[in-house]
């Protein structure tokens, strides 16, 4: 099962949702598609437009793939989760968003080999079909900042004593 999730942007992404409709269609495989307030609602995928957190994750844990816009929030969840992630950004230029700032995080993941970014929708069905490893190396940012700030306050503790 592949799971795609577009998040909550007013603005359509026709591009991501019709690309991932053709791929349900010729490939046969179960499509998951969180679709949220977008009114282009693929017709071989099953759809929702919102869940909860819980939910959410319960699907994604089974996906064997996660394709997602370049919104923080879903590739996070993809990078807790270890799955292959394929991160599409919303361009302005389709009129996907108001400017191309989820440019910045689709090539940060690539560049850190987490995924792989997907600008052309015509590369989508190859890369579903061998997606990328998923990301070994990531380590959640507060981990490593909570337990430097617990060493501190022991460290501080210890020579109270």
């Not at 999730?5 to 598609?33: C, N």
């Not at 816009?69 to 950004?89: F, R, T």
């Not at 989508?124 to 060493?151: F, H, Q, T, W």
Request: hydrophobic share 40%; aromatic share 6%; proline share 6%.
């Amino acid at each position: 099962m592949i799971y795609v999730t577009i998040g909550t942007m007013y603005m359509p992404f026709t591009r991501l949702l019709s690309a991932v409709d053709e791929i349900a269609r010729d490939s046969g495989e179960e499509i998951v598609v969180q679709t949220g307030m977008d009114r282009d609602i693929p017709k071989h995928c099953t759809c929702f437009d919102f869940k909860s957190r819980d939910e959410i994750l319960e699907i994604q844990s089974r996906a064997r793939l996660v394709i997602c816009h370049a919104g923080i929030g879903s590739v996070i969840d993809a990078l807790k989760a270890g799955k292959p992630l394929v991160v599409a950004p919303r361009l302005a230029r389709y009129r996907e968003h108001t400017n191309d700032h989820q440019m910045d995080l689709a090539a940060a993941v690539e560049r850190r080999r987490w995924g792989r970014m997907a600008l052309d929708m015509a590369d989508l069905p190859a890369l579903c079909a061998k997606p990328p490893e998923a990301p070994a190396s990531y380590k959640p940012a507060k981990e490593p900042l909570i337990a430097a700030v617990r060493d501190f306050l022991d460290g501080v503790r210890a020579k109270s004593r």
